[in-house]
């Protein structure tokens, strides 16, 4: 057990490196990968049961102890990112089903990877895994308005399909999740162990897929896709430490919200894209997992850097406060 614990918590800190190496693969063996893509939803699906499966009674509890966080994450995620996504499209002059993929990443909840982000940057986890579950549950009845309303600007949307398409990837499962965790009860703790790891591979067969479907379409226009992105993920950082800076929130606090707004469930994005319209439309999901988890986990450890430096200055600070009283008392 301790063995795989080391693993678990050696695959998650190194889930960037992972992710680049599955792009890459995909990239270059698109025939071995392609099969995957049709099993997209299938792997979502098995993402939100282990979500289910993890999530505890003290989850729904921080909901209310702390409800406005949680409420500003919701809201800053369902208001900023899809509105922020429609204005980067027309700036990057994308148009058409590309422009839609972008969207729809803007549209959809955070995802669970964001939680791993906050452990890394020694962020609230508790917060993030709530914000993440509040979000994940709205998104059957909000992403599909969303997609509708900005998407309508570039293509024909129909917002029933989304729906049903949703409730049954994200929603059934998370709830299939609860009820089986409630079933095993205390046997259920030792399954959560494992629960990171295997919702991170498969996240990456998410991504193995989508990239394969869509290798002729990065080669050709990727890197304006990635720069929209990358333009979109960052200002969801902006906009979180200027909104909570104005309320002279922790750093704690602005950190865990700021991943948790920033880092969208790409393989939903990706599998709604795909589903219900093309491969081009599952491109800024492929995109927006290689960018999401470099940079999340990049502003992890850069959190986690500095919070390790103000402790080290710390002690010198309290190290040379103590000489100094050391010298005074043997002075008098």
């Not at 791993?116 to 308005?145: W, Y």
């Not at 093309?278 to 927006?288: I, K, R, T, V, Y």
Request: aromatic letters at 8%; a positive charge.
């Amino acid at each position: 057990m301790n063995l795989f614990k080391k693993f678990n918590s050696a695959f998650t800190s190194n889930l960037s490196m992972f992710v680049v190496l599955t792009a890459l693969l995909a990239l270059m063996f698109p025939s071995f990968f392609t099969p995957l893509s049709g099993y997209v939803s299938v792997l979502l699906q098995i993402i939100m049961f282990t979500m289910g499966l993890t999530l505890k009674a003290s989850d729904f509890s921080h909901v209310l102890k702390n409800p406005t966080s949680v409420i500003m994450v919701s809201a800053i995620q369902y208001l900023f990112m899809p509105l922020s996504a429609f204005a980067i499209a027309k700036l990057f002059g994308l148009s058409g089903d590309v422009a839609l993929g972008l969207i729809i990443v803007g549209s959809v909840p955070g995802g669970t990877a964001s939680n791993i982000m906050a452990l890394l940057a020694n962020g609230n986890v508790p917060l993030s895994v709530s914000a993440t579950t509040v979000s994940t549950l709205l998104s059957p009845f909000v992403t599909p308005l969303l997609i509708a309303t900005y998407g309508g600007a570039f293509i024909e949307i129909a917002f029933w399909p989304m729906f049903l398409s949703i409730t049954q990837i994200v929603l059934v499962p998370i709830l299939l999740g609860l009820v089986v965790s409630h079933l095993l009860g205390d046997k259920s703790e030792k399954i959560k162990t494992a629960m990171p790891s295997f919702s991170s591979m498969a996240v990456l067969l998410v991504l193995a897929g989508t990239v394969s479907v869509n290798r002729e379409n990065l080669l050709t226009g990727g890197l304006t896709v990635v720069l929209a992105v990358l333009v979109h993920h960052l200002l969801a950082y902006a906009i979180v430490y200027f909104i909570y800076g104005l309320f002279n929130a922790s750093a704690i606090t602005k950190r865990t919200c700021a991943i948790e707004v920033a880092a969208q469930n790409t393989g939903l994005s990706a599998s709604l894209g795909l589903t219900h319209f093309s491969p081009e439309a599952a491109l800024a999901g492929a995109a927006g997992t290689i960018v999401h988890t470099l940079v999340g986990m990049m502003f992890g450890s850069l959190c986690a850097k500095k919070d390790m430096k103000e402790v080290q200055e710390g002690k010198a600070s309290a190290r040379a406060r103590n000489a100094r009283s050391t010298v005074l008392q043997r002075t008098y």
